[in-house]
């Protein structure tokens, strides 16, 4: 059985075999879409998580943002950015929370989609070259593979259901 259904640019057919217009491509507009709603939503809870943890915004103690980066710090791939931390511990905790909320709000719903992907893979390309630099073998430490999981975002953007395609949308519109 053949369907038609109607894009805004073209007609298709889903009829399984992956034509021009059929499911498939209309598949792959939506295929970062799982990755977005993944990202989004952890950026989101790591930086609320965060700000309602009074022991990590903490210049020192147990489970502070502190003591965490004196601990890391002969280990890191770049002690500078270490010590960079280590001059307000506090304030760079604030920011690395913020940062992750206004990466997984931007993320989550889809503005400025590609600067909000670049914010989550530069916190997590500084996380894996600080926090996780030690860990061994390389693939146990998550920062890796988080820095991985943005790159297609920064490249795609949120073409689809994202404020950023509604923006774009009322652009085209406009005489």
């Given at each position: 059985?053949?369907?038609?259904?109607?894009?805004?640019?073209t007609y298709?057919?889903?009829?399984?075999?992956?034509?021009?217009?059929?499911?498939?491509?209309?598949?792959?507009?939506?295929?970062?879409?799982?990755?977005?709603?993944?990202?989004?939503?952890?950026?989101?809870?790591?930086?609320?998580?965060?700000?309602?943890?009074?022991?990590?915004?903490?210049?020192?103690?147990?489970?502070?943002?502190?003591?965490?980066?004196?601990?890391?710090?002969?280990?890191?791939?770049?002690?500078?950015?270490?010590?960079?931390?280590?001059?307000?511990?506090?304030?760079?905790?604030?920011?690395?929370?913020?940062?992750?909320?206004?990466?997984?709000?931007?993320?989550?719903?889809?503005?400025?989609?590609?600067?909000?992907?670049?914010?989550?893979?530069?916190?997590?390309?500084?996380?894996?070259?600080?926090?996780?630099?030690?860990t061994e073998?390389?693939?146990?430490?998550?920062?890796?593979?988080?820095?991985?999981?943005?790159?297609?975002?920064?490249?795609?953007?949120?073409?689809f259901l994202?404020?950023?395609?509604?923006?774009?949308?009322?652009?085209?519109?406009?005489?």
């Open positions: 059985m053949t369907h038609t259904y109607r894009t805004t640019a298709g057919t889903v009829d399984g075999g992956g034509g021009r217009g059929g499911w498939r491509e209309r598949a792959g507009h939506y295929a970062l879409l799982p990755l977005r709603i993944f990202l989004g939503v952890t950026f989101i809870y790591a930086g609320i998580d965060k700000l309602m943890d009074s022991q990590f915004m903490a210049a020192s103690g147990a489970g502070s943002v502190g003591d965490l980066m004196r601990s890391v710090r002969d280990t890191s791939a770049v002690p500078a950015l270490v010590d960079l931390a280590l001059k307000n511990p506090e304030g760079f905790g604030y920011a690395i929370a913020f940062g992750e909320l206004a990466v997984g709000i931007g993320t989550l719903v889809g503005l400025l989609a590609r600067l909000a992907a670049l914010g989550g893979a530069l916190i997590s390309l500084s996380l894996w070259l600080t926090v996780s630099w030690q073998p390389y693939y146990y430490g998550n920062d890796l593979a988080y820095l991985m999981a943005w790159l297609p975002l920064v490249l795609a953007g949120a073409p994202s404020l950023d395609a509604l923006l774009a949308k009322r652009r085209r519109r406009m005489p």
